[in-house]
């Protein structure tokens, strides 16, 4: 079974600069995509970027030029810089992967979702 677990969430003052990491375990074929989205008290879930498996990356226009994600094998990072207090919520990590079910690779991909983590910007 397939698990995603986020961690580096914290509090932070206005322009100041966190990092997440999510690793995804479990018995996996492939790493179609990774990303990273958000979800702020009262609003819908949000996407912040998108990375493939071979490093193309895309961003939410809202955090271009202040973040950055990156990844490794099935590990996937958001490093935030710059940040606003508007950047606060709980920022959830997220993988479409190929498992590997009784032994075979599967033949699609299924997303996977991490519990989140919160990060609070504020003076």
């Known amino acids: 079974q397939v698990q995603l677990v986020e961690s580096g969430g914290g509090f932070v003052q206005p322009g100041g600069s966190l990092r997440l990491s999510c690793v995804a375990s479990?018995?996996?074929?492939?790493?179609?995509?990774m990303a990273w989205y958000r979800q702020a008290p009262g609003k819908e879930r949000e996407l912040v970027a998108v990375?493939?498996?071979?490093?193309n990356a895309n961003y939410a226009d809202f955090v271009k030029g202040r973040f950055i994600i990156s990844n490794s094998k099935a590990t996937v990072n958001l490093q935030m810089s710059s940040l606003k207090s508007e950047d606060t919520a709980v920022y959830y990590c997220?993988?479409?992967?190929?498992?590997?079910?009784?032994?075979?690779?599967?033949?699609?991909?299924?997303?996977?979702w991490g519990k989140g983590t919160l990060v609070t910007v504020s003076s």
């Open positions: 479990g018995m996996i074929a492939k790493v179609v995509s």
């Open positions: 997220n993988a479409q992967l190929i498992p590997i079910v009784d032994g075979f690779v599967s033949l699609r991909a299924i997303d996977h």
């Open positions: 990375i493939s498996g071979d490093g």
